[in-house]
């Protein structure tokens, strides 16, 4: 059975950061693509970063690129989101998302995922 189990998240001051890690466990998979999602309230869920084992350049949303940051372990099958210069409005619940046999497109553009975790909350405010 594939778990994802988030941790990291909290309150920050604008300007701040977190980092985010998710542990996959289960896989028996050959590829994958594992990526970092968020609701805010009120909004839908939205993709934030993702990687594949396919290789390739990480995604990264257009709101977030230049402050977050994805990386992973060396099997990919645990996978960190360090967020800097954090912004009110990236206050969200942050979700672990993985895609079977999928690219980081099929992930995040498509929102092809197969397992979510259980979510982390990430407040930022003064």
Request: hydrophobic content about 35%; glycine content about 12%; some cysteine.
């Amino acid at each position: 059975e594939v778990q994802l189990v988030e941790s990291g998240g909290g309150l920050v001051q604008p300007g701040g950061s977190l980092r985010l890690s998710c542990a996959a466990s289960g896989f028996t998979f050959d590829h994958w693509a594992i990526g970092w999602f968020r609701q805010a309230p009120g909004k839908e869920r939205k993709a934030v970063s993702c990687i594949s084992t396919y290789g390739g350049d990480p995604f990264y949303d257009h709101a977030v690129n230049g402050r977050f940051t994805i990386s992973s372990d060396n099997t990919k099958s645990t996978v960190y989101l360090q967020m800097d210069s954090l912004k009110p409005e990236d206050t969200a619940v942050y979700y672990c998302a993985v895609g079977v046999g999928a690219s980081w497109s099929d992930l995040c553009i498509f929102e092809g995922a197969d397992y979510w975790g259980q979510g982390t909350q990430v407040t930022v405010s003064s």
